[in-house]
């Protein structure tokens, strides 16, 4: 009996966005099927009002047969205009490279960094990203490229971010504190649990941009943040990846919570959820975070 040869298989993230118009998947499905792949979960958006399409396919593939995929989509790139990325998971022979975005607050990125040049996380700062220019000093003490994307009003240039990713070769970003919303379509091209963002209030009770704010005046006595995978839908409260939090006694003011929260609860949540992200220990699945 002859014995069927055993095919080695990895996961692979294909996100595709572009200008909206008809038969913009089938291509894709296609190429996926006619290479033999498995596919295991397949979202699709359209955003009416900006005329975007978006499409996120995961898919089991024949690791011999990578290339042949990457070559059947940049043809199908050219032809639909559609900007598409492909992406594994299952990382090998290197760490995971990471993109660190900040605005304002130096504790969540200087304490990733530590954590990267001590190896508690094992992963590689490829390039820091700023909307202002506060954290620059962190990047040049650690020695990693620094980018300024902001304007004078710290407007950032959001394809500006996506193209330094797309350079860099990076696999997760990382926003420790980075205080602009990304854009529907920068979230669907680095979709697939490939973006990291630490909120500072626990999701889903304290959403929004003052959530130590608004946990005091619930009278809260126990406060903390969150570290959760990004998609299309702000603090969405389903992709969380580690929360952690602390007490405080009856009357703290709301300044020294906060300076706590800033100082030591909201570093070491962020490490610790990028932590369990590139050791692989959880993944976003249809929007939801599994334990692998």
Not at 148 to 162: F, H, K, M, V, Y
Not at 247 to 267: K, Y
């Amino acid at each position: 009996m002859a014995h069927r040869e055993k095919v080695s298989l990895q996961a692979v993230i294909i996100t595709a966005v572009g200008p909206d118009s008809r038969g913009l998947a089938d291509p894709i499905v296609h190429s996926v099927t006619t290479l033999g792949a498995n596919i295991a979960e397949i979202q699709m958006y359209d955003h009416d009002a900006e005329h975007l399409f978006s499409m996120l396919t995961r898919i089991d593939l024949d690791t011999e047969r990578y290339e042949d995929l990457g070559d059947a989509l940049r043809d199908i790139a050219r032809r639909t205009r559609l900007s598409i990325r492909t992406w594994t998971p299952d990382i090998v022979g290197r760490q995971p490279r990471l993109a660190i975005c900040a605005t304002l607050r130096q504790e969540p990125p200087l304490a990733l960094l530590q954590a990267i040049r001590d190896g508690r996380v094992n992963a590689e700062a490829r390039l820091m990203i700023g909307n202002r220019d506060q954290c620059r000093g962190l990047a040049e003490q650690f020695g990693v490229p620094w980018f300024n994307i902001g304007d004078q009003s710290g407007n950032p240039a959001d394809e500006r971010l996506i193209g330094l990713c797309d350079e860099h070769e990076v696999d997760f970003i990382v926003l420790a504190r980075y205080m602009r919303i990304l854009p529907a379509a920068s979230c669907w091209k680095y979709a697939g649990g490939r973006i990291i963002n630490l909120h500072h209030g626990l999701l889903p009770s304290f959403p929004g941009i003052k959530p130590y704010h608004d946990a005091y005046r619930s009278r809260m006595l126990t406060y903390g943040c969150t570290a959760h995978f990004i998609v299309p839908d702000l603090d969405a409260g389903n992709q969380i990846i580690y929360q952690s939090t602390f007490m405080v006694p009856p009357g703290m003011p709301l300044e020294d919570i906060i300076r706590q929260g800033q100082a030591e609860n909201e570093p070491h949540c962020l490490v610790e959820g990028v932590r369990r992200v590139v050791d692989g220990e959880v993944r976003l699945h249809f929007n939801r975070v599994v334990v692998k």
